[in-house]
């Protein structure tokens, strides 16, 4: 009975840590249920960029296996999608017309700083060469958020978050999943910490808003064996 107890408890845990359980709490038909995990599928986004390391690099090196060249992917997106939330993260502090809004903006810029700190040196034993600003997509998004204020920056700015940290989450979750480099899984799993953290803020922002995002989808099960 005391192991029934404690496997429950671990699995509650984990529904409560969990960001999908934490986006599910947006909908008010909480009797419907969210899509169920399926293996790793490639996801694109429309706006955002996110560090997915999925795919093949056209300038594969020989002798590289196809999961290095996906951790290489990862990295390389994962600085950039990094440097955007440094921006975004300023914006919010900057242009929050709310407390909360601001401190979350101030949140991202020292997390996501530390973040690119962290998983540089790794990149850099790789030999990858890192992008220094934001790509396209991400400026546009950030030029359309900055051209608001007031509660409709707000509002935009926390739907924006919802989003971007739910792709970050996912992406995060398929590169732990798929490395083998125990150096840069350690980095990558303390990073889907701090992006679950930073969602765990952004959904409460959102509830006491009444702001509902389109209805999310699981991240990948485990690939089957």
Do not use: C
Not at 78 to 87: M, R
Not at 117 to 127: E, H, N, T, V
Not at 198 to 213: D, F, T
């Amino acid at each position: 009975m005391e192991l029934k107890r404690i496997r429950t408890a671990v699995v509650a845990t984990a529904i409560v840590l969990s960001p999908m359980a934490l986006l599910a709490q947006l909908y008010p038909d909480s009797q419907s249920p969210v899509q169920q995990p399926q293996p790793m599928q490639q996801q694109q986004s429309p706006n955002r960029a996110t560090p997915l390391a999925t795919g093949h690099d056209t300038n594969a090196t020989p002798g590289v296996t196809g999961q290095e060249m996906k951790d290489k992917m990862f990295l390389r997106r994962t600085a950039e999608g990094s440097i955007a939330d440094v921006k975004f993260g300023q914006l919010g502090a900057e242009k929050g017309s709310s407390d909360d809004v601001k401190a979350f903006g101030s949140k991202m810029v020292t997390d996501h700083t530390q973040l690119s700190s962290d998983l540089k040196p790794i990149a850099d034993q790789m030999g990858i060469r890192l992008p220094k600003e934001m790509n396209k997509d991400d400026k546009a998004s950030y030029d359309k958020l900055a051209s608001l204020s007031g509660d409709e920056f707000d509002k935009a700015f926390i739907l924006a978050m919802l989003e971007d940290h739910r792709k970050g989450w996912r992406a995060f979750r398929e590169e732990s999943m798929g490395t083998n480099d125990p150096v840069l899984k350690a980095e990558v799993d303390k990073g889907e910490l701090v992006i679950r953290d930073h969602m765990r803020m952004v959904v409460k922002m959102a509830k006491e808003r009444n702001i509902l995002p389109p209805r999310p989808t699981p991240p990948p099960a485990p690939v089957q064996q």
